[in-house]
């Protein structure tokens, strides 16, 4: 059987009336970190990392419990609502990890590139006010060396490289001292 054809919702209309009849449906209570991990079944499969020998796959209930862990992580290390994370590494699950994490802390995070050189993350960093960053040993080498980023605290580093100064932490200690438990914040949705 052909599969059938379902146009587009607004075909045949101009922008003007699209415009008009649309509205965003959000709700009053909104937290994204929750949104993308806490309302499914937790033995669903979430994610699959395809970087290694072997596949890894994460379900949803996995994926919760590590937010969960960088989100109290991140309170742990003294972040409070509205502070700025920074994550500069490529596309791995720990990127993901991180942003949800901070999301269910309630914290901004700044997604940068694991290509910037000095310069952009200098700039990126001082002009966020970036309070902690998340990276890697590559990234580590170039974050630690800058100087001009007055509000830095935490250089959190994924792959277990060697601290060079009293900012670096390894991400897997955190997360291991941290509990799984977590109560996203009420918070309203803008």
Not at 20 to 44: L, Y
Not at 163 to 184: G, H, Q
């Amino acid at each position: 059987m052909a599969e059938q054809f379902v146009p587009f919702p607004f075909e045949g209309e101009g922008y003007a009336e699209i415009y008009r009849r649309f509205s965003w449906n959000v709700p009053a209570r909104f937290n994204i970190g929750a949104a993308c991990t806490d309302v499914h079944q937790r033995d669903r499969l979430a994610l699959i990392d395809l970087s290694g020998a072997t596949p890894r796959r994460y379900t949803f209930g996995e994926v919760s419990d590590i937010t969960n862990r960088i989100a109290n992580m991140l309170i742990g290390l003294g972040l409070q609502t509205g502070d700025r994370i920074a994550v500069v590494l490529p596309q791995i699950p720990a990127t993901a990890f991180a942003h949800v994490g901070a999301y269910k802390a309630r914290l901004v995070s700044v997604p940068l590139s694991s290509l910037f050189g000095a310069d952009a993350l200098r700039y990126r960093l001082a002009d966020s006010g970036a309070k902690l960053v998340v990276t890697d040993a590559e990234g580590l080498q170039r974050i630690s060396a800058l100087d001009g980023v007055p509000d830095l605290r935490w250089i959190v580093v994924t792959d277990g490289a060697t601290p060079t100064d009293r900012r670096v932490r390894d991400l897997a200690e955190l997360i291991n001292a941290s509990s799984t438990r977590f109560t996203t914040p009420d918070n309203d949705a803008d």
